[in-house]
């Protein structure tokens, strides 16, 4: 088969250009590109965990992120390269340099892992993310100013989490869909937040932004006896009364 990757210029959309990575990526699937600046995230999956690589546009090669590659997932560029979840045992959050190796930035106490995170494009990517206890199940979330090593991590607990769902950071804010019908909106500042309902009938399925005055979340109209299918997308505004949940720390 013939694998391709095809680019747009941000600024000149209409101009494309093709690159032929036959040879290049070897016996992997790519299930997932990821744009950079002047490079694409290759998410691939082969005959283990999923891996990412980087391909540079300016003089088409590509980069593995280790040799054999590290296995990484929910990647999201940031200057210099991209973060990833490393996923070994246990998995840990790691920075990818444009063209070079994977290496981790924070890792988890002992008994813990890291699940998920996300990145504050507002406040200078500055990075949330959760842990979860692998005896008891229980979720933290953490975050910290941007870095791309361990050292430059610091390390601030924020709240207790009600359940394990994506969420997104932005603005000083996290949020994520707490209940199938209420997202939640957490300070980061204090972890202190609000519950916002939904119209009844309107499930939800994932947030996707928040800003300091409104929060977007993915919606499901499906019927409750049908598999939810994504159905439309609803913005909500941010209270202007004081915090109503406690961060739970």
Known sequence: SVRMLVTADRATPQKLQTFMLDGKVGPALIQGVVAGDGYSILNQIGAGNPTSA????????????AN???GAELNTPVPGGYLAILGDVPPRLGFVPDGGVARTIVRAPEGRYV???SVDRKNGNSISWY???QETGE???YSSP?????AGIVRRPVAKLARLAFGV?????FAYTVRENAMRVLRLSDGLGWDLEAEPGVPLMETIFVNESYVWNVVSFGRDDEARVRGGLIRMRLPST??????GL
Do not use: M
């Not at 950071?169 to 804010?173: F, L, M």
């Not at 004081?242 to 961060?247: A, C, G, H, K, L």
């Open 146 to 150: 941007f870095a791309t090593d361990e």
């Open 68 to 70: 054999p590659p590290v």
């Open 139 to 141: 979720l933290t979330l």
């Open 242 to 247: 004081p915090p109503t949940i406690p961060s």
């Open 54 to 65: 980087v391909f540079r546009h300016a003089d088409a090669t590509y980069h593995p992120n």
């Open 115 to 117: 699940t998920f995170y």
């Open 169 to 173: 950071a932005n603005a000083g804010y």
């Open 131 to 133: 842990e979860k206890d």
